[in-house]
């Protein structure tokens, strides 16, 4: 068998679809020639990275029913273009063995192969069409869940600071300042649930290395960290705690500065201070 009729056999070698003879043909031909056992390595590797990349889900019936209906018409009149080889009668010729490659076999099995292929194909896109869609819903769905908590919390978050600030429970200290520029805070004591919710405007920019520290005042000069907090570039801040006191126990709050980190006690003269209403 010539090197170009070989060639011929590699896409029907690669698919396993030679019959016996040709088979046993291109085997004797590959063994001595490099460049076709190369490319029918090649053709085997594609063919077996296809197989490994098909979904679990087939190509739509109706799709695959129409491709192939195509290719084996075409297959069938190409086959029917071809004059076949009569067989030599005893009586006048001798018998010889049957040759072991024809080619007007070539093109039915190419048709054959090229259906496989396409086949094959158009599963493997449909595939990935499918995977792709499923890992968009996936993003979607895991964005859509994310906004959703999202809302949730700050809904959540909203209802709880309107309780602590409009509680029946609810008591409000005004902070005044003792510096000329005149920032302002106010103290919401919310004493059933024990939380304190302290909001500042107009406050001074931070030094370095500081920062401002709120103190609950009592009327035994105990002075209880509320927590430490820095400004906005406006000027505003906001700070949440909870802290049990009695309320015949507070006297006032205070805001320091103080250096980073906090101080156990105040170490400067409070800017802000707001003293507890009497009843």
Known sequence: MGHDAVRELLALAALDA?????????????????????????????????????????????RGSLIRARLMGRAV????????????????????????????????????????????????????????????????????????????????????????????GVMVIDANATSARQPYARMFWNQPMNRWTFVAYNLPPMSPGHTYQLWLVMKDKKKVSAGMFEPTPTGSAMLQATYAVSSDSLAAIAVT???????????????????????
């Open 18 to 62: 030679l019959s016996p003879s040709d088979r046993k043909a291109l085997e004797a031909h590959a063994r001595s020639c490099e460049t076709c056992t190369r490319e029918l390595a090649e053709m085997r590797d594609s063919v077996a990275s296809i197989g490994a990349a098909l979904p679990a889900r087939p190509l739509a019936p109706e």
């Open 77 to 168: 009149a190409d086959r029917a273009n071809v004059t076949p080889i009569r067989k030599p009668s005893p009586a006048t010729q001798p018998a010889s063995p049957p040759l072991p490659f024809t080619s007007s076999r070539s093109p039915y099995w190419m048709w054959l192969a090229a259906a496989t292929f396409v086949l094959a194909a158009g599963a493997v896109a449909y595939g990935a069409n499918e995977h792709a869609a499923h890992v968009q819903l996936l993003a979607a769905t895991s964005s859509y869940d994310s906004e959703n908590a999202a809302l949730k919390k700050r809904l959540s978050d909203q209802q709880a600071m309107i309780s602590e600030l409009s509680g029946p």
């Open 257 to 279: 500065t103080e250096p980073m980190g906090g101080s156990a006690q105040p170490t400067t003269t409070p800017f802000l201070i707001g003293a507890m209403k009497a009843e």
